[in-house]
């Protein structure tokens, strides 16, 4: 968490501190406190429903699109496939240049970047090229690179990454046939390179990288995949193998690291959830094969586990809560 203290969130608690410590008179904490809880004003709802209604308005008009080529497949020629995709992806590539970067503008080189791929499945199928599942994901991911490079848009960077993560599952199943590195533990690096990489260039300042929810889903897709690592050790550690053990440490690595960007970069809770849930799945599935064991418990079991859930949750919650007031409040 930031030193600084303008950096920290005024919260309730912390601007009653202010007054108790003489630092707010009565009336600075009342209207301090009017601000802090106030609700949105009309601009603010306004971009927000207009970003929201942009946003569910793309995703209808590209399931129209993709159910339209599915109803109608057997009766359209592989040219009017071909030549109705090139031009809704035409006709998205001239919006988004003439709106610019505005919301419409990266929605609707989005919806031309979605649609770069249905074209690829069009083109395999009539033209039977014989190319694999992950062909198809990697090389949309490759044609769609230079306008995510260009468009500087959230949204578009984690579709990519999507592809990128289908591709390279569907390489490990269908050519390295389940061998070679274990997948998990490929895609949690994929991911958390990604990850760095976005807070790194955060950190610099850079407008477009300044919201947070993209590095919090960067941070899912990293935490998951090693935490489903971490449970094969923990759960069943007679058949936990080396890149097992590997995602338990990375996972442990990357909890601390969440700690520390929590502590000293910035304050982000989201993180702290995320070390307190994969903690609370590790000491449940521990405490539970434990019990399992112990064949003379019964039924008992289960009340066990439920108040060791109920007190996980409990400790969870006020961690997070002296988390949220600071260390100075803690």
């Known amino acids: ?10 919260t309730p608690e912390r601007l009653r501190a202010l007054a108790d410590a003489g630092v707010l008179t009565p009336q600075g904490l009342e209207h301090a406190l009017r601000l802090a809880v106030a609700t949105p004003e009309r601009p603010a709802w306004r971009r927000f429903l207009s970003a929201v209604l942009v946003g569910f308005g793309s995703l209808l008009v590209l399931s129209g699109v993709i159910y339209f080529f599915a109803y109608n497949w057997a009766a ?36 031309a970047a979605v649609l770069v791929g249905p074209l690829l499945a069009v083109y395999g199928q009539a033209y039977q090229t014989g ?11 490759l044609l769609i690179l230079p306008w995510v490079a260009l468009a500087r848009f959230s949204p578009l960077w984690l579709l990519l990454l999507l592809l990128v993560n289908t591709g390279l ?59 489903v ?5 923990v759960g069943v550690p007679r058949e936990a193998d080396g890149a097992s053990w590997v ?24 993180l702290l959830t995320l070390d307190a849930v994969s903690a609370m799945t590790l000491v449940t599935t521990l405490v539970g094969r434990v ?22 949750v409990g400790l969870t919650v006020w961690w997070l809560r002296a988390e949220a007031r600071g260390p100075e409040e803690a």
């Open 1 to 10: 968490m930031s030193h600084d203290l303008l950096d920290l969130a005024a």
């Open 76 to 111: 359209l020629h592989r040219f009017g496939k071909m030549g109705l995709l090139l031009a809704a992806i035409l006709a998205s590539c001239a919006a988004a240049w003439r709106l610019g970067e505005t919301l419409a503008g990266q929605f609707a080189l989005l919806f």
């Open 131 to 141: 190319a694999d599942p992950y062909e198809l994901f990697l090389g949309w991911s």
């Open 169 to 227: 599952g569907l390489f490990w199943f269908q050519v390295l046939d389940g061998e070679g590195p274990p997948l998990l533990l490929v895609l949690a690096l994929v991911n958390g390179g990604a990850w760095v990489a976005h807070e790194a260039l955060a950190a610099r300042g850079i407008p477009w990288l300044s919201g947070r929810w993209l590095p919090r889903v960067l941070a899912m897709m990293t935490m998951a995949p090693l935490l």
């Open 229 to 233: 690592l971490s449970e094969l050790v």
């Open 247 to 270: 995602g338990l440490l990375l996972l442990v690595g990357v909890m601390a690291g969440a700690y520390f960007f929590h502590r000293q970069v910035r304050s982000e809770l989201f």
């Open 291 to 312: 019990l399992i064991k112990a064949d003379d418990l019964g039924p008992a079991i289960f009340f066990i586990m439920a108040l060791l859930i109920i007190g996980e």
